[in-house]
């Protein structure tokens, strides 16, 4: 058993605004082992973009705590990389996809050489070899994504948290996008976050599939994904396993939206 790498425990979240206080998450906890996909999923506006900036160090929780790799989350970890949605604003227009891709590397003790060596590998891992002297700008939008990957890749993080970060491509580009995120698991041994609203995407990629309550909320169920660790989109997604664990995770869903599951004492 991998031992645990990222742990949060208790986390609460209030905002205050002219009309009183705002509870967004009541009472979150779970763990994640080193080397794990874990997919989070939940109603919209149930507060997966809050609970990722608060693991992420970006927002300051009301309450509990969170701990990555034995240390308390306080601030932006070092050694976590984030992907979000939007990948257009995340990369710089005037700069090579190598450019992009070796910016944080430039804040870290590394030689030119061992730069150009993990960016090397990142361009290859996310199938963009031949891509790193173009611009941003020339690329489609799932190539744009990918470089925002590659950039996480390359700066070797322990943990990479991604937010619904293949919402704003085509259904095919999609499906290419989350094939690379399985072999960058499976390959790569990396450790990944991946919040959702796609439920057929979860249970795709996760081996395991937290669903979260309506606001305020809290972890209504940690679903485990039986499913072999080899999967692909026409052989995995017909299986009737797949089936029953898509359907039991929208179920979840549509319990958390009509507000029918009960909050554990």
Known sequence: ????????????KTYESTTGPFEAIADISFTMRSGELVCIVGPSGCGKTTLLKCISGLLRPSGGTVMLDGAAVTSPPRNMALVFQEYGRSLYPWLTVRGNVELPLKHQSLTRDERRVLVDDALEAVGLEGAGAKHPWQLSGGMQQRVAIARAVAYRPEVLVMDEPFAAVDAQTRADLEDLVRSLHRERGMSILFVTHDIDESVYLGERVIVLSNAPTWVQEDVTIDLAPERDQ?????????T???THVYEQVQRAKRGEAVRPA
């Open 244 to 246: 029953e664990l898509r």
């Open 1 to 12: 058993m991998a031992e645990t790498l990222l742990q949060v425990d208790g986390l609460q």
């Open 234 to 242: 026409i052989t995995t997604r017909a299986l009737p396993r797949f």
